[in-house]
């Protein structure tokens, strides 16, 4: 098992940046996979952003290439998602999630560990 927690959301000005960060507890020994995602009222969850065991891969959906940034420091088992030039459509909940193995996964329901999520809000 795999406990996972979110931290860094907020509420923002359009052009503004936050960081968000996920930690993991448990089982952490093993090679996972992470990723971030989002969820706006009423929509589905959405890949943002995954990354390797070992940060060597990184995927990025359409709206987050060039803004977000996401990162890993497998020492802290922490992941990170940077995100800059932050628009109104990027408010949504965010939610990290977990996945055993090596290669990158871009649909929610290939991951088996969530955080609870933490809500960005971006203010125009």
């Known amino acids: 098992q795999v406990q996972l927690v979110e931290s860094g959301g907020g509420l923002v000005q359009a052009g503004g940046s936050l960081r968000l960060s996920c930690a993991a507890s448990?089982?952490?020994?093993?090679?996972?996979?992470m990723g971030w995602f989002r969820q706006a009222p009423g929509k589905e969850r959405d890949v943002v952003a995954t990354?390797?065991?070992?940060?060597?891969?990184?995927y990025y959906a359409d709206g987050a290439k060039g803004r977000f940034t996401i990162s890993r420091d497998n020492v802290k088992n922490t992941v990170y998602l940077q995100m800059s030039s932050l628009k109104p459509e990027d408010t949504a909940a965010y939610y990290c999630?977990?996945?055993?193995?090596?290669?990158?996964?871009?649909?929610?329901?290939?991951?088996?560990?969530w955080g609870q999520g933490t809500q960005v809000t971006v203010s125009s």
């Open positions: 448990g089982r952490t020994s093993s090679a996972y996979t």
């Open positions: 999630a977990a996945r055993p193995g090596s290669g990158l996964r871009y649909m929610a329901h290939e991951y088996n560990y």
């Open positions: 990354i390797n065991w070992n940060g060597a891969l990184t």
